[in-house]
T-cell receptor, first 112, second 112 residues
Framework: GENVEQHPSTLSVQEGDSAVIKCTYS??????FPWYKQELGKRPQLIID?????GEKKDQRIAVTLNKTAKHFSLHITETQPEDSAVYFC???????????FGGGTRVLVKP | KAGVTQTPRYLIKTRGQQVTLSCSPI?????VSWYQQTPGQGLQFLFE???????NKGNFPGRFSGRQFSNSRSEMNVSTLELGDSALYLC???????????FGPGTRLTVT
């Protein structure tokens, strides 16, 4: 099955700086890559996703890049704000298994 | 459009008991996936149902089971509860395939 590794596990940044989280996966047939943000005590919320026929996608201060050859994708958050503090999960959709496999999560702390 | 709902939100059970959790998906969504979230193991896939059929099951013992009804509502059951089953159980609904999964608020299960 799919194996997803996410780094770093914790990330502390100064407000206004950028944050980058990287995920690698193992199954080259995987074709959908969402990112979720989970605030303390709340449900995971989809913040951005990318499909395998696209290399980059942006939505305001967040962007995701995908390198299918190297089997990795990254989340970029620019101009970080305190409300960006949360746990971020990457995920990989395995079409053959109809399932999402999640990375271990990155706890992001934005210091004011 | 109403979001994904889960009941109950909190449960306290004793070892050896069984428990049933319920998930109501977004209207029109036929796929429901279940995940177990623990601090140490992150988000682990339990199973996925689509149109009342279980299409995939994660690496969990047979004590974990589920079903889906004709209205797409889903239930999961855990029999012979163990202390290690204490976790947040999340369900997510989607149209299926490479489409966004939307999470419910979760059921926090504590086994004593």
């Amino acid at each position: 099955g799919e194996n997803v590794e996410q780094h770093p596990s914790t990330l502390s940044v100064q407000e206004g700086d950028s944050a980058v989280i990287k995920c690698t996966y193992s199954d080259s047939a995987s074709n959908y890559f969402p990112w979720y943000k989970q605030e303390l005590g709340k449900r995971p919320q989809l913040i951005i996703d990318i499909r395998s026929n696209v290399g980059e996608k942006k939505d305001q201060r967040i962007a995701v890049t995908l390198n299918k050859t190297a089997k990795h994708f990254s989340l970029h958050i620019t101009e970080t704000q305190p409300e960006d503090s949360a746990v971020y999960f990457c995920a990989v959709y395995e079409a053959a298994g109809n399932k999402l496999t999640f990375g271990g999560g990155t706890r992001v702390l934005v210091k004011p | 459009k109403a979001g994904v709902t889960q009941t109950p939100r909190y449960l306290i059970k004793t070892r050896g008991q069984q428990v049933t959790l319920s998930c109501s998906p977004i209207s029109g969504h036929r796929s429901v996936s279940w995940y177990q979230q623990t601090p140490g193991q992150g988000l682990q896939f339990l199973f996925e149902y689509f149109s009342e059929t279980q299409r995939n099951k994660g690496n969990f013992p047979g004590r974990f089971s589920g079903r889906q009804f004709s209205n797409s509502r889903s239930e999961m059951n855990v029999s012979t509860l163990e202390l290690g089953d204490s976790a947040l159980y999340l369900c997510a609904s989607s149209l299926g395939g490479r489409n966004e999964q939307y999470f419910g608020p979760g059921t926090r299960l504590t086994v004593t």
